[in-house]
């Protein structure tokens, strides 16, 4: 079985840094054509993508985010960590950490989801 | 950035109804399309991938199909618990893009 869970703070303080710990396990970031990303959702709104981390160490950003977020993986315990600086209270959401698999050839999808972790930045 | 479109925003239907879900590219995406399913208060659920193939233990009266830049989501004979929020998404480019969702609710 596949699974993976977030952690971190439920409240963080405007200019403050985030850090969000992703925890899986039923599959290996090593294996060719995985990712593990993170998704947010402020409240009542859509679905934003900001990070992926790939197998091979490739790692992508939202443009609008990139220059405040930094994903990181350690292979050995099956985590993948998300650091955002400079919080503000537009960035309170949900965030949920995914699975980006290969599902069809080259095309990929989020097939697994982490059940997500409230952030809210308030002072 | 690929800009995805959803229409409508909300849809009020009846169980039994057939219901269809649009969703519009700003740019050619060929197939890479997948479709999420979420329910309040929960994380969503992958339903389609790749425009039109079913995520494992997705019922068959949900179907996908488009190309290029339009696509849609189709549900054939609405169940109780079809009622939900779904989602486009597309994996053809970095960055990744959503649509604004499709609240679905019942009539």
């Known amino acids: 079985q596949i699974t993976l869970k977030e952690s971190g703070p439920s409240v963080v303080k405007p200019t403050q840094t985030l850090t969000l710990t992703c925890t899986f396990s039923?599959?290996?970031?090593?294996?060719?054509?995985?990712?593990v990303g993170w998704i947010r959702q402020p409240p009542g709104e859509a679905l934003e993508w900001l990070a992926l981390?790939?197998?091979?160490?490739?790692?992508r950003y939202s443009p609008s985010l990139k220059n405040r977020v930094t994903i990181t993986k350690d292979t050995s315990k099956n985590q993948v960590v998300l650091t955002m600086t400079n919080v503000d209270p537009v960035d309170t959401a949900t965030y949920y950490c995914?699975?980006?698999?290969?599902?069809?050839?080259?095309?990929?999808?989020?097939?697994?989801w982490g059940q997500g972790t409230m952030v809210t930045v308030s002072s | 950035d690929i800009q995805m479109t959803q229409s409508p925003s909300s849809l009020s239907a009846s169980v039994g109804d057939r219901v269809t879900i649009t969703c519009r590219a700003s740019?050619?995406?060929?197939?890479?399309l997948n479709w999420y399913q979420q329910k309040p208060g929960k994380a969503p659920k992958l339903l389609i991938y790749?425009?039109?193939t079913l995520q494992s233990g997705v019922p068959s009266r949900f179907s996908g199909s488009g190309s290029g830049t339009d696509f849609t989501l189709t549900i054939s004979s609405l169940q109780p618990e079809d009622f939900a929020t779904y989602f486009c998404?597309?994996?053809?480019?970095?960055?990744?893009?959503f649509g604004q969702g499709t609240r679905l609710e019942i009539k």
């Open positions: 995914v699975r980006l698999g290969r599902v069809l050839g080259s095309k990929s999808a989020f097939d697994i």
């Open positions: 039923g599959f290996s970031l090593s294996t060719g054509g995985v990712g």
């Open positions: 981390i790939y197998w091979d160490d490739d790692e």
């Open positions: 740019q050619s995406i060929r197939d890479h």
């Open positions: 790749a425009t039109s």
């Open positions: 998404q597309q994996s053809y480019i970095i960055p990744i893009t």
